[in-house]
């Protein structure tokens, strides 16, 4: 299995990684709106584990392909599948084209987030009506079938920023 953070140097490698993930999202085609549940992580991950002929290790091992989409799906517990689908989508896109590493690298999110702290501190309760407009508008994307990545992506940014203030500049989710 690739683990999650290697950068793919063959084509038919990069192939082999988006077939595996292919795979793991065909799972959540059939019911996108079932919730993701200690049942349903352990049969996923024992048919990822089946399909890709993976041990019990790597499913424990989060640098692991496998391991990762354990860890993805534990942390989104109560989430629907087509909502984890997006959050998977995001991802694969930012680790495909190297944004995530780099991301991680910059700290990119958190600097931005730091920078909502600030103008939440200059302007008392800017954050909360930019994260009730960002979740707006993330919903009328989605319902429309629009792109979600940029909304998602400042969703979290604004969360991150929550966060870091503390209680009472929740989304309410």
């Keep these: ?62 640098n692991t392909g496998i391991g990762a989409f354990r860890f993805m799906l534990e942390s989104n517990k109560g989430k629907s599948m087509l909502e984890f689908q997006e959050l998977m989508t995001v991802f694969q896109l930012l680790h495909w084209n190297g944004s995530l590493k780099a991301m991680r690298e910059r700290q990119c999110s958190r600097q931005m987030a730091l920078d909502w702290v600030n103008r939440e501190q200059s302007v008392p309760g800017a954050l909360s009506r930019e994260l009730a407009a960002t979740e707006r508008e993330l919903d009328e994307a989605r319902l429309a079938g629009k792109e979600l990545r940029f909304h998602k992506e400042k969703k979290d940014i604004l969360l991150l920023a929550a966060g870091q203030l503390g209680s009472g500049h929740g989304s309410g989710h």
């Excluded at 299995?1 to 799972?27: D, G, W």
Aim: net charge negative; hydrophobic share 35%; charged share 25%.
């Design 1 to 62: 299995c690739v683990p999650v953070s290697q950068f793919c140097p063959t084509k038919a490698e990069a192939r082999r990684s988006a077939a595996k993930i292919a795979l793991m999202n065909s799972v959540f085609n059939e019911h996108p709106s079932r919730r993701i549940t200690d049942d349903f992580i352990e049969k996923s991950v024992s048919e990822a584990l089946a399909s890709f002929n993976g041990n019990r290790e790597e499913a424990d091992n989060p």
